[in-house]
């Protein structure tokens, strides 16, 4: 559903259905998933000009228009970059999509799991633990309720990563949500196999708050409002469904 919101190709019938049917609820949801993806490249060139040269991209879903290993190696052009998705219907046209690229992989795994990831023998080979790295955890978080210990799973994965290690972060927020907007997720959530957490922002910046670990500014923002790369009236623009985002550094 992302990728076809983005204007992209690499999408399912399914995916079309289920974003016309949110359209006609709520019509900012194509103009927040852009936003959303506008953040993610501003956020990784910004990362890779720190000077990281290797990121971690969990729940990345299907391929899509402009990802995080061309984003980053349009500044790095030796950036390593492993994708981590759970759906087994992601790893084959993944991996078509990267033939030939020696610095990019995909695997099969479970944000739930982050043992399992960072273990894991591509993650390993591909990834050098020891220097800093980029964990990018991109509109996933909000897929994982608090039952599944969604807090942490996210401080294991900070916690293996050295110093001057990034993550870069976005979730959907209940704050502000309009009423008849929060009926409507109600019904859906009844029907999705994995529902929607929406968490309000206070929450939301608990995944954040974690001991050696600082906020880049302008902090924890709303996701079209961090670090635009112009001020304009869409910088400004308030959406139905309010979507935060921030990047981390670790100390």
């Known amino acids: 559903m992302y990728d076809y919101l983005l204007g992209g190709t690499n999408n399912y019938a399914v995916d079309r259905a289920a974003a016309a049917e949110g359209m006609k609820y709520d019509p900012d949801i194509r103009a927040v998933a852009v936003a959303n993806r506008s953040f993610l490249k501003r956020a990784v060139r910004y990362v890779a000009e720190q000077g990281i040269t290797q990121f971690l991209d969990v729940g990345t879903g299907l391929p899509t228009e402009e990802n995080v290993h061309e984003i980053a190696q349009s500044v790095a ?12 219907n992601v790893l084959p046209l993944a991996q078509a999509l990267i033939v030939g690229d020696e610095q990019t992989r995909y695997i099969e795994a479970d944000l739930r799991d982050p043992h399992g990831i960072l273990t894991h023998p591509v993650t390993v080979r591909h990834l050098d633990h020891s220097q800093p790295w980029c964990l990018v955890l991109c509109s996933v978080l909000h897929f994982v309720p608090d039952a599944d210990d969604a807090y942490g799973v ?15 972060f976005t979730h959907a927020s209940s704050t502000d949500i309009d009423p008849r907007l929060q009926e409507i997720v109600t019904r859906t959530n009844a029907r999705l196999r994995v529902p929607i957490t929406y968490r309000p922002i206070e929450d939301i910046a608990r995944f954040l708050d974690h001991p050696g670990w600082e906020m880049v500014q302008p902090g924890l923002v709303d996701v079209q409002r961090w670090q635009p790369e112009k001020v304009s009236d869409d910088d400004a623009t308030s959406y139905t469904i309010r979507v935060m985002a921030g990047v981390a550094v670790r100390r």
């Open 77 to 88: 052009p030796n950036a390593r970059t492993v994708y981590v998705d759970n759906d087994p």
């Open 154 to 168: 996210v401080y294991r994965l900070m916690d293996a990563m050295p110093p001057g290690s990034y993550m870069i």
